[in-house]
């Protein structure tokens, strides 16, 4: 069994006093891949992404669990949980696996949350199916969740449960009379009022998300498409407060929802972009593209991604600022994507034509529009694109946060980047200041801030991407773990020290388990 964690040794025990509460993660798939090697061989590969890294000291200290799926179709569920347990105590807390079988992957996992609710709260009705074998599915996948969070928890243990996937789980475990505090995250937007209750279970999903004792969500407007859609479907909620965490009351109880942007391991990002590898990369593919700037896009496959837009607004500004023809290279970077949902394989054609459109109106001999690649980059090419990017355009018609945006920031050593975002993702609350701002619909008004950042004077650039690394400096994605379980202890939900209180974990830092690739979970 191959594992690439690396577990700090002796980096984290100070916490280990007192261990009543339990810190008990569930989220749609597990931190960790399972892989089917053949022969009976299985592999455990560690995985992925900045919560992971965030978590997980959290849960290594206060003795934690994470459930989830574990990414594969397997019968063998004590197999799964055999294999698992080995590798407890080399990462440090317990995986516990929820199996899915063929068709709950179809109507749980591609179905409702993937067809129905993720199209839905990006506010893309016509892409959204609303299929009553999808909500049945969801409905026992998430009571499956929640009968395998029962079998792991004690009284006073802490459980977060993670994004879209799961929300109903918090109605099978009050039904299976789980009294511990439950807290909920969002990751993605919570759409307005209008569009949601176009969800034929909408008030289904809406009394789960009450029923929790704190919801947290990206941003302000999410909170705000929340509460509104309370105000609208339920009969008389009393919301109290205003600030970062407000109180309903309604039938269900009382719920706190609260607004907490999710985030990056900053200092981990800024110190990988100057390592020599990726300097040396970066170095290399600014030689490929000698006296041109490099406007760079890196997306997963997903409509909600805004690339045919992006794109269009390129070849706006190729065709209204002809200066910028053999001057300004895009290289579009498509990550693969749930590429089972036929709608995905439709949007991968779609930018595939749009690019050869492009390349082939305005190609010139030795420079070529766009350079793209259909792939997944190994973290080290991603940082090294991320450094040696002029300008980097993040678009998304809508998006929770955007951690890309703020990858770049933390990536752009010198300090001079430009940084083209959609107003439309949750990013663009915190690094308005520092970004220029955009509707990406608007292809004029895009391909003219694509004329602007290319022309943006060195002193502009670097005040603006003075402002952008400060503020994604300043609230690190340890930060968001210690507001949640901040907001979390003034309720109640039990006590944790927060990571900004642990002082060994600020050399522990580099030492949890090392992201490769990250993503919706
Ligand atoms: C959801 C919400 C919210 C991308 N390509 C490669 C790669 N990535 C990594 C990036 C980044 C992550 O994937 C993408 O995160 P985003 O936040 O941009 O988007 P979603 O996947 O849609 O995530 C989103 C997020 O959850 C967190 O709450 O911000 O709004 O939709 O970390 O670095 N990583 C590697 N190679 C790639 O080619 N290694």
Not at 9 to 19: D, L, P, Q, R, T
Not at 23 to 39: A, Y
Not at 254 to 273: H, M, R
Not at 492 to 511: M, T, V, W
């Amino acid at each position: 069994m191959k594992q690439n964690t690396m577990t700090p040794a002796g980096a984290i025990h100070a916490w280990n006093v007192g261990k009543q509460h339990k810190m008990v993660i569930v989220s749609n798939r597990l931190p960790v891949v399972v892989q089917d090697k053949g022969e009976g061989q299985w592999e455990v590969k560690s995985g992925s992404g900045g919560l992971v890294t965030a978590l997980a000291p959290v849960l290594r200290d206060r003795g934690g669990t994470w459930i989830g799926w574990p990414g594969h179709v397997d019968k063998d569920s004590q197999g799964v949980d055999d294999l698992l347990r080995k590798h407890d105590e080399e990462i440090g807390y317990s995986l516990r696996p929820v199996m899915l079988d063929d068709e709950e992957v179809e109507n749980y996992y591609k179905g409702f949350s993937n067809e129905t609710l993720w199209p839905l709260f990006h506010d893309l009705i016509d892409h959204s199916q609303f299929k009553p074998e999808y909500w049945d599915a969801y409905q026992r996948v998430n009571r499956k969740f929640a009968e395998v969070v029962k079998s792991n928890i004690e009284p006073e243990d802490f459980i977060w449960i993670h994004d879209y996937h799961l929300i109903s789980v918090i109605s099978y475990l009050r039904e299976m009379g789980v009294k511990n505090k439950v807290g909920f995250f969002l990751h993605i937007p919570f759409p307005p009022t209008d569009i949601y209750s176009r969800l034929p279970s909408r008030l289904e999903v809406l009394n789960a998300m009450l029923a929790y004792d704190l919801v947290g969500f990206q941003s302000a407007r999410d909170r705000r498409n929340f509460v509104q859609s309370v105000r609208s479907l339920k009969d008389k909620p009393k919301i109290k407060g205003k600030g970062q965490v407000i109180g309903i009351q309604g039938e269900m109880g009382k719920l706190k929802a609260g607004v907490f942007p999710i985030s990056i391991d900053y200092k981990e990002f800024n110190s990988a972009a100057q390592s020599a590898e990726v300097a040396q990369s970066s170095s290399v593919l600014r030689q490929l593209f000698p006296n041109q700037k490099i406007i760079l896009g890196v997306d997963r496959l997903d409509y909600t991604k805004g690339i045919p837009e992006r794109l269009r607004s390129f070849r706006e500004a190729l065709r209204r600022f002809p200066e910028l023809i053999g001057q300004l290279s895009m290289i579009q970077i498509l990550v693969p994507s749930r590429r089972d949902i036929h709608k995905y394989e439709d949007l991968k054609i779609e930018i595939e034509r749009m690019i050869a459109e492009i390349n082939g109106e305005f190609t010139r001999p030795g420079w070529l529009p766009i350079e793209y690649q259909f792939r997944s980059l190994d973290r080290k090419e991603l940082l090294a694109y991320y450094r040696v990017a002029d300008i980097m355009m993040v678009t998304p018609l809508k998006d929770g946060m955007n951690l890309v945006a703020k990858e770049y920031c933390a990536c752009n050593i010198e300090g001079n980047g430009v940084l083209i975002l959609s107003e439309f993702a949750g990013t663009a609350a915190q690094l308005k200041l520092g970004a220029i701002l955009v509707n990406p619909h608007d292809t004029v008004e895009c391909a003219e801030a694509i004329f602007m950042a290319f022309h943006m004077e060195e002193k502009d650039r670097k005040i603006k991407m003075q402002k952008l690394r400060r503020n994604v400096n300043r609230s690190d994605i340890f930060d968001w773990v210690d507001s949640f379980l901040k907001a979390a202890f003034s309720i109640g939900l039990g006590s944790f020290p927060l990571l900004a209180d642990y002082r060994p974990l600020k050399e522990g830092r580099e030492a949890v388990i090392r992201v490769e690739s990250t993503g919706t979970l």
